[in-house]
């Protein structure tokens, strides 16, 4: 469960790496606080939007526990599959990015990237996991993810932007397939 988890938290930065590198692309040069800024920022919110989505779940799970693997797999399916679509409408969105780092404009992209995580949330709610563990993982790995996709904008561009989040979603849609297997008696 462990490389799941970390595989979950590579696969939900993806969105906030890439989002990361469209704002290193506006940037003439990457300052650490900023980078400090952007990793915060994300991390924090794909670690907050997991737990409210694992505690709202929570209330409700005994009542669903019989078609829990359809739910773990339709949510991590409809959330991998979501992130290759939008891989390919970004560079639109890039065009947009602005080189600020204040609460005005890291607010609305933290919330719009962390909202697949509450779903990951609900998903981990039928799942068993350690949650404060796994949220501060996808914090965590979500913070030096868009830290680092900050510099790479700056330096390499858009160029891994798309691979990363379409990698993202088939690692997610991969997962999904897993759970409902093992749940199937097809997998150990």
């Known amino acids: 469960m462990i490389i799941a988890v970390l595989l ?9 790496f ?8 506006t940037v003439t040069k990457v300052h650490p606080v900023d980078a400090l800024k952007t990793g915060l920022w994300f991390g924090g919110f794909q670690a907050l939007f997991p737990l409210l989505g694992y505690f709202a779940a929570s209330t409700f799970s005994k009542y669903v526990i019989a078609v829990d693997h359809w739910i773990i797999f339709g949510l991590l399916a409809f959330i991998g599959g979501n992130m290759i679509r939008e891989a390919f409408e970004e560079e639109e ?5 602005t ?15 962390s909202i697949d995580a509450f779903a990951v949330g609900v998903s981990f709610a039928f799942m068993k996991i350690n949650i404060i563990a796994s949220v ?20 390499f561009g858009s160029r891994w932007q798309m691979p990363a989040q379409i990698a993202g979603g088939v ?14 008696g097809l997998l150990p």
């Open 93 to 97: 969105e890039n065009e947009r990015e």
């Open 99 to 113: 080189a600020q780092f204040d609460w005005k404009h890291m607010l609305p992209l933290a919330v719009a990237c």
């Open 18 to 25: 890439a989002v990361s590198i469209g704002k290193g692309l």
């Open 136 to 155: 501060l993982c996808i914090g965590v790995t979500t913070g030096l993810f868009s830290a680092a996709g900050l510099y790479i904008g700056r330096v």
């Open 8 to 16: 979950i938290a590579v696969s939900v930065s993806m969105d906030a």
């Open 171 to 184: 690692v997610l849609i991969l997962i999904g397939v897993k759970v409902l297997l093992e749940h199937m």
